[in-house]
């Protein structure tokens, strides 16, 4: 069970986050999916998630890429470390694009049930990625 499930968050990151495939997202979301990573006070269902990569990173990072450094499982729950970069070409959150490249460090933890993504908690560099932009001249 540990295989197939690495698999799904392995399809998801790679389908999903780097290639933007919204069937494959309908095939791995379970439907009362719980993002735990949600923001205090925001929807915490399968949409977080897609507005997450196709309203916030896929706009602002073009050649979006996702690598996977590690990943352990055990039980129904998949540990993934991972970076998700890309060249920052358009606003993200607030911060107006400045051509330099971007690497989000994220260590998130995926529940799986019936091959499908139930819950998500996750932890990632995002905040001080902003930070370093923010302080940061355009690429000219």
Avoid: C
């Avoid at 915490?44 to 896929?58: A, H, I």
């Avoid at 890429?65 to 970076?83: F, L, S, W």
Wanted: hydrophobic share 40%.
């Amino acid at each position: 069970m540990s295989a197939e499930n690495k698999e799904v968050v392995r399809r998801f990151n790679i389908e999903v986050i780097q290639n933007g495939d919204r069937s494959t997202f309908e095939a791995l979301m379970a439907p009362d999916f719980i993002n735990h990573a949600a923001p205090q006070g925001m929807p915490n269902g399968p949409d977080s998630m897609w507005s997450t990569f196709e309203k916030v990173l896929r706009p602002a990072l073009s050649n979006l890429t996702v690598t996977i450094h590690d990943q352990i499982a055990e039980g129904d729950k998949v540990t993934t470390r991972k970076t998700i970069s890309g060249v920052h070409t358009g606003t993200l959150l607030g911060v107006p694009a400045t051509g330099r490249e971007v690497a989000i460090s994220v260590i998130d933890i995926v529940r799986v049930e019936h091959g499908r993504y139930a819950e998500h908690w996750g932890l990632n560099t995002l905040s001080n990625v902003l930070s370093s932009l923010s302080n940061l001249e355009p690429v000219r």
